[in-house]
């Protein structure tokens, strides 16, 4: 699987740091202000494969060749422009920061604006021993901490963006010892290996694992374009009884070929809609609608829409969502 590009780094650094002694790690708290799994989602993890593959900590690919951190994803544009918090996740002082590039989603033609500024707008703490994590991909002009700065555990950095080398609006957090990267969830992991030392993690709060799910979704009187899902702007709360169509559509990240994105409607009636649409290929993010044309006035009252991200007959995400027919 190839994610969406979220690149992490101002500068190459070897992938892996050699096993650190237990006293030296630091404990990490959240980079960003959301609730795991409802308002952000773990989207990408530190790629554990020393070849052009790419495997996450848990030997499953939800990573990319060479990503360098941990990606805590928004689930639209609309909830970056809201504003969401980036934190810095341990006490340090600043070592670096840049605060001046645009928020634009990537594309090639972005390479030579770029210049291998592909952090965007970011931050560096020093930890002290040699530790620094790096916070990337903010907002233009949101960075509110200055170079030589100390910062406690939980202090406000600036607000998520979409600058630098990315597709989507997240914060990327490297963790770094003696300049080499170390992957939180896996702090003595070595470069070939996956699935070891899942016991020790430099993470203040168990933050799970979830290999996919489902990250927004909505109801429509019509199938939305992919850029009003992405932007947030594709879900209705109230639908006119005389709607030309009723649709349910949902928004994924994960995705496995083979893989089945159940999407079902339910009405004041009972069960209106359900099907089972399958996921041929792998994606890093995907979206997904259906529904049924309307002949009919569509009785009043509440409809519930669930959206269901089901890998080998398991089901590893859900959403539901609800809309008032007046």
Known sequence: MRPLLAAPILFALPLF??????QAQPTLALPIDCTPGDTCFLQNYVDHDPGPG???????????DGHKGTDFGLPSLSAMEHG???????????RGVRNDMIDRAYTPEEDARIDGKDCGNGVVIDHGEGWETQYCHMRRGSVRVRKGQQVEAGEVLGLVGLSGRTQFPHVHISVRRNGEVVDPFTPDATPDTCGA???????????????GGVMSAGFATAIPDYDSVKAGTAGV???ASDAPALVIWGFAFGGRQGDVLDLRIDGPGGRVFDTRQLIKKDQAQFY?????????PLPAGQYTGTVLLIRDGTTIGERRVEAVVQ
């Open 237 to 239: 709360a109230a639908l």
């Open 84 to 94: 969401v918090n980036v934190l810095a996740s341990a006490a340090g002082t600043v």
């Open 288 to 296: 997904r609608a259906a529904g049924k044309k309307l002949r009919a």
């Open 17 to 22: 740091a050699l096993p650190a002694t237990p």
């Open 197 to 211: 030392g899942a016991g020790r993690t430099l993470w203040q709060d168990d933050l799970g694992y979830q290999s």
């Open 54 to 64: 790419s495997r996450d900590f848990t030997c499953a690919g939800l990573s990319y």
